[in-house]
């Protein structure tokens, strides 16, 4: 079954990095996920694309600060830099042919 | 520019079937690869599929609510419905629709509409 697993929440320093991981299940490493930003009381918003390989393409408008990263199963959003409106909810996603796709339970992200 | 927006009731009695419309516009059905989909978000929850069609009316449901769930295109209007029977209050939530690209995910999102059930 394909499960995507992101830790509850995260936190770190106004201006410092953080890395948060989505972790795809067993048999599924080789799969792309996207990842989506969701700041308070607003839509979710397309972040990027990240491949197996840690190759990523990213939305519109999208600033340099976000990139991402891929390790095993695990795949990775990084952010740098961090500046008070990156205080948000970070959701992943991935699809497969013949399913309706899936989401991360979502990791909230405090800035310090 | 790419834009989609959820119509439909706010407020919704149990038992009731609840039908929410994604109008969207700068694409279209025409491309292959290309899907509309409908996602939840209850209240301080986490995001939910719950159905999906493509450009060739391959439609996906979500497993746990297919025998409530239609979802529907008309290509002529740039719009997708979604119909949705029996809303009890755990379905209230924010109803978003979304552009879906194979490959890609999730990339252009509606504003998301508030629909609440109770009587």
């Known amino acids: 079954q394909l499960v995507l697993t992101q830790s509850p929440s995260a936190s770190a320093s106004l201006g410092a990095s953080v890395k948060l991981t989505c972790s795809l299940s067993s048999g599924h490493s080789s799969y792309a996920i996207a990842w989506h930003q969701q700041q308070p009381e607003k839509g979710p918003r397309y972040l990027m694309k990240l491949n197996s390989d840690g190759s990523h393409r990213k939305g519109d408008g999208i600033p340099d600060r976000f990139s991402g990263s891929s390790s095993g199963a695990e795949r990775y959003l990084i952010i740098s830099s961090l500046q008070s409106e990156d205080e948000a909810d970070y959701y992943c996603?991935?699809?497969?042919?013949?399913?309706?796709?899936?989401f991360g339970g979502g990791t909230k992200l405090t800035v310090l | 520019q790419i834009t989609l927006k959820e119509s439909g009731p706010t407020l919704v009695k149990p038992t009731q079937t609840l039908t929410l419309t994604c109008t969207f516009s700068g694409f279209s059905f025409s491309t292959s690869e290309v899907g509309v989909g409908w996602i939840r978000q209850p209240p301080g929850k986490a995001l939910e599929w719950l159905a999906l069609i493509y450009w060739d009316d391959d439609k996906r449901y979500s497993p746990s609510l297919k025998s409530r769930l239609t979802i529907t295109k008309d290509t002529s209007k740039n719009q997708v419905v979604l119909t949705m029977t029996n809303m009890d209050p755990v379905d209230t939530a924010t109803y978003y629709c979304?552009?879906?690209?194979f490959g890609v995910g999730n990339d252009y999102w509606g504003q998301g509409t508030l629909v609440t059930v109770s009587s």
């Open positions: 979304a552009r879906m690209v």
């Open positions: 996603q991935t699809w497969d042919t013949g399913i309706l796709g899936v």
